[in-house]
């Protein structure tokens, strides 16, 4: 259990650090890591911009419009999986998968029950 939660925290740790350095999000950074059974990554997504769309900072302060074009970090995440994502966990930081990605998820492959949706500050109080 020790390995395990050894394994969520470095994964989250991992999610944190793929949002801080990609995301030009200048409030909100999202990351999103998909690991198989063996905790070994899968694939990696930010939120942010589709591809060609460049991050103008007027695009990137308005809410509405940022909101609209943004492309979820979890769907990123699926997009630029290079293997099935069939049994694998999604670990997202800081938020949990929201109701239009975990549809996108499941129709991925994973219709287990092993999906993993952590928060940083919930592993925290369970790591004291
Ligand atoms: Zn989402």
């Known amino acids: 259990m ?3 939660l050894e394994r969520c925290m470095r994964t989250l740790r991992e999610a944190r650090q793929h949002a801080l350095e990609w995301s030009k999000d200048p409030t909100t950074k999202v990351g999103a ?3 198989d059974r063996d905790w070994r990554p899968v694939s990696q ?3 942010g911009f589709p591809k060609g769309i460049e991050d103008t900072e007027e695009r990137l302060n ?3 419009v940022k909101w609209k ?3 979820h970090a979890e769907i990123n995440a699926l997009i630029f999986a290079r293997q099935s994502i069939k049994g694998c966990r999604l670990i997202t930081w800081p938020f949990l998968p929201c109701d239009r990605c975990i549809p996108c998820f499941i129709n991925a492959g994973n219709k287990s029950n092993c999906s993993l949706f ?3 500050e ?3 109080v ?3």
């Open 2 to 4: 020790a390995d395990h």
């Open 33 to 35: 890591l998909i690991v």
């Open 45 to 47: 997504g930010y939120n």
């Open 62 to 64: 308005d809410r509405e």
């Open 69 to 71: 074009m943004t492309v």
């Open 118 to 120: 952590l928060r940083y």
């Open 122 to 124: 919930t592993l925290t």
């Open 126 to 128: 369970f790591n004291n």
